[in-house]
């Protein structure tokens, strides 16, 4: 099992900027893909982005593209979540997630694939 605590979130004005980070204790963390997924009120939490366990691979939503970048440092057991020009849509819980199968090549983007989930930080995006 691998404990995730995401940090980072907040209020931003549209076009603005936050960056996310996402630690990890408990299991091995290198081999571990990453992904981040994210629920605003009243809707269904859907996939942000992910990223495989080298941090060669990562994967979008169409929504995000171009916009937000996922990175991971192995060596700190931590995932990060770069978010570019902010829109008041992008206002949703953010969680980060860990794949449930070891040294995944491409990273997923369905939330039954991760096994464990961080409580989640907020992100305000105000217009």
């Known amino acids: 099992q691998v404990q995730l605590v995401e940090s980072g979130g907040g209020l931003v004005q549209a076009g603005g900027s936050l960056r996310l980070s996402c630690v990890a204790s408990?299991?091995?963390?290198?081999?571990?893909?990453m992904g981040w997924f994210r629920q605003a009120p009243g809707k269904e939490r859907e996939f942000v982005t992910a990223?495989?366990?080298?941090?060669?691979?990562?994967n979008y939503a169409d929504s995000v593209k171009g916009r937000f970048t996922i990175s991971r440092q192995n060596a700190k057991r931590t995932v990060y979540l770069q978010m570019n020009s902010l829109k008041p849509e992008d206002t949703a819980v953010y969680y980060c997630?860990?794949?449930?199968?070891?040294?995944?090549?491409?990273?997923?983007?369905?939330?039954?694939?991760?096994?464990?989930w961080g409580q989640g930080t907020q992100v305000t995006v105000s217009s």
């Open positions: 408990g299991r091995p963390f290198s081999g571990v893909a």
């Open positions: 997630a860990a794949d449930k199968t070891l040294y995944r090549d491409y990273p997923e983007e369905l939330a039954h694939e991760y096994d464990d």
């Open positions: 990223i495989n366990w080298s941090g060669g691979k990562t």
